[in-house]
């Protein structure tokens, strides 16, 4: 049997460094097997090429120190550079990607480079969905982008045709032969409005559930899957990943461990979810190795090599396969019962990626065992890890559990096999049945053939305890993180409130308007605009008002509006007062000691105003102190063959008023 190559992945990040020791083999194996890997490492992966460096093109934040590659950092920012590595999406997350088209054009009012195109890539590979698209962090469908925006998505499908629009909008820079075949994106175009977009344009990034041509052996059918062993089989097999053929994967092994992956484990909350998933995005530019340990550590497993094929495991409490004891010897055994001080901890942090946090790295609820404390003389000794394909706090706790539950089983043995050995597997769980030693159940973490033809196996303790989880009791509450709120010079609040000062009149020359100041210290004043009732379009009144007020000539009912300007030139939206419509359907009629008047109240009013005189002249007329909420509306206190005339105008909930209605006549009764 050849050398058997384990890529013992049980976590990213510091783990990897002390579990997995010189790279693709656990430092538990021997040199011997690292000398193999050395080998096949040479033949598998060429030279590492130089990479270019790296030009992030700001897309509402800063351009310094951005990495694409690092662990959660890129996943959700569009960026430029000359050149990039392509990503797979692996399950389910909010990604964005690299941006390969850039266009502006005149928009639909006139304005040059009114119109901003940009095409970022998601995946290279086809996805199920792409679902929710985000704008910064506001959703595309807000109503705020109403008219503004266009997103057009593409799942990366192989025959899929060219954008349309981009062909006919672009003047022959997109054509019909830029399919984006095998590669999933999405096609943007914005109507850049300064009040909208406050920031320049906004970073791209969408909910996107991933490759959906995963095959599945147990059943037979090819789509999407957040199974982390099926997943890796996929990326196994895939052209950019180690170009296996179907052959290459021992099937019954990938089915046990995806059974592994699915089976349902019980939450805090009463709920239950699969064993393991995997959820995230993984740069191309990371390496197969790197690629491979991210989906290995999120299932807890691993992956071996042996014989020319792979087997993938996940991780689960192992059945013994046998007993290993002196019969099996050939020559003498090793035993360690401990670790060296400086590989234990009894304590885990983590990272993952919480969506209920914008798909941000989110720091898991730290797990501290105080019976591994006792035993290291009460020092608690904490280990972090990274898990950034995994999106569920409870999962992440299990994993954590699993380590430090792993990491506390420090018996080792190591033994030199004779023949008999063949029988198992790698990974395989045995019990260790020596002589003078108590029996265990174990791993094996370690199998090589030997020049005399014997087999070296490494065997480490593991025995059902290092699963077990009792959410009731192992689960931790995750809690809020403290947010860290950062100021934006370039985005500014609109004004809260609007106010109109209607006059008492039946006739005015000017109208008053205040607004509610913005807090801002990168306020820089404000603009304000007027409609008046006979007028289709506003009119700039004033710019960077450092006052909250100003009087407005004008002889009719206006609309007004006001917005907040920053210093870096940002603006806020508009806050808006528009002009009611005016009563409809006037009548008086005379009533006992009055005149009642009836007719249509504007939905949008508020309340009325009442005008009264004595003649069919509104210049006469005097505001009544009543203010109706309703018609019809009783003008009482009349003596009888008193004759009167009314008109009427409406007052919005913010003081504005509409044209007035009227005049309407009739004698008291």
């Not at 270019?52 to 934040?61: L, S």
């Not at 901890?345 to 969506?355: K, L, S, T």
């Amino acid at each position: 049997m050849p050398v058997a190559i384990p890529f013992i992945a049980a976590a990213a990040g510091a783990v990897a460094s002390g579990a997995i020791g010189g790279g693709v083999v656990g430092a538990i194996v021997g040199a011997g097997v690292s000398l193999g890997v050395s080998y096949i490492g040479r033949q598998i992966f060429p030279a590492s090429r130089p990479r270019p460096p790296e030009t992030r093109v700001a897309q509402n934040g800063p351009s310094a120190a951005f990495d694409a590659n690092s662990p959660g950092a890129g996943r959700t920012q569009s960026f430029r550079q000359p050149i990039t590595e392509h990503q797979i999406v692996l399950g389910r997350a909010k990604v964005s990607g690299p941006i390969i088209f850039i266009h502006s054009a005149t928009d639909d009012e006139g304005r040059a480079d009114g119109y901003f195109y940009m095409v970022v890539v998601l995946a290279a590979h086809q996805c199920r969905t792409i679902g929710d698209v985000f704008l910064g962090d506001t959703i595309s469908t807000d109503a705020k982008f109403s008219g503004l925006v266009r997103i057009e998505n593409y799942r990366g499908t192989p025959d899929q045709p060219a954008n349309g629009n981009l062909i006919a909008e672009t003047g022959g820079k997109w054509t019909a032969e830029h399919r984006g075949s095998g590669r999933a994106y999405s096609a943007l175009r914005i109507k850049l409005r300064p009040e909208v977009f406050t920031s320049g344009v906004p970073n791209l990034a969408a909910i996107v559930e991933g490759a959906d041509t995963i095959w599945d052996p147990r059943t037979g059918i090819t789509g999407w899957s957040d199974n982390p062993a099926l997943c890796l089989a996929w990326y196994l097999t895939a052209p950019f990943g180690w170009r296996a053929t179907w052959d290459d994967i021992d099937l019954p092994c990938l089915m046990a461990a995806a059974n592994v992956c699915d089976q349902l484990v019980g939450r805090r909350n009463g709920t239950a979810e699969k064993r393991y998933t995997v959820n995230g995005r993984l740069s191309l530019g990371e390496g197969k190795i790197a690629i491979t340990r991210k989906i290995v550590s999120a299932m807890a497993g691993t992956l071996v090599v042996s014989g020319g094929r792979f087997f993938i495991q996940a991780g689960a409490p192992a059945i013994a396969a046998g007993t290993i004891g002196a019969a099996d010897l050939r020559g003498e055994i090793s035993v360690s019962g401990s670790r060296p001080r400086r590989d234990l901890f009894n304590g885990a942090r983590a990272v993952y990626v919480d969506p209920s946090k914008n798909w941000q790295p989110t720091d898991a609820p730290p797990l501290l065992a105080a019976n591994y404390v006792a035993e290291d003389n009460g020092e608690a000794i904490y280990r972090d890890f990274e898990f950034p394909l995994t999106t569920s706090p409870s999962t992440v706790q299990r994993l954590m559990k699993i380590e430090l539950e792993k990491n506390r089983r420090q018996r080792e043995v190591g033994c030199q096999a004779n023949l008999s050995a063949l029988r198992f597997r790698p990974w395989e769980g045995v019990m260790v049945g020596f002589d003078r030693l108590t029996p265990f159940p174990a791993r094996i973490s370690g199998w090589r053939f030997t020049a005399d033809g014997g087999i070296d196996l490494t065997l480490s303790e593991e025995d059902d305890a290092v699963w077990a989880w009792n959410p009731a009791i192992d689960e931790r509450a995750t809690g809020d993180s403290p947010s860290v709120v950062l100021p934006n010079p370039g985005v500014i609040a609109i004004p809260a409130t609007i106010a109109i000062d209607t006059p008492q009149a039946a006739a005015f020359a000017a109208l008053s308007v205040s607004w509610a100041a913005v807090a801002s210290a990168y306020l820089a004043g404000y603009e304000i605009e007027f409609r008046p009732i006979s007028s289709a379009s506003w009119q700039g009144f004033a710019g960077g008002l450092g006052a909250t007020a100003v009087t407005i000539p004008t002889a009719e009912p206006t609309a007004f509006r006001v917005r907040a300007q920053a210093r870096s030139g940002a603006v806020s939206g508009w806050r808006e007062s528009l002009v009611p419509a005016a009563p409809s359907g006037l009548a008086a009629t005379g009533i006992a000691g009055g005149i009642r008047i009836s007719g249509t109240f504007p939905g949008a009013a508020s309340k009325l105003q009442v005008f009264e005189a004595s003649s069919n002249s509104l210049a006469a007329a005097a505001k009544l102190g009543a203010e109706p909420t309703a018609l019809p509306y009783d003008r009482t206190g009349l003596g009888a063959g008193a004759t009167r005339w009314y008109w009427l105008r409406s007052v919005a909930a913010d003081g504005n008023v509409s044209s007035f209605a009227g005049p309407v006549t009739a004698t008291s009764l």
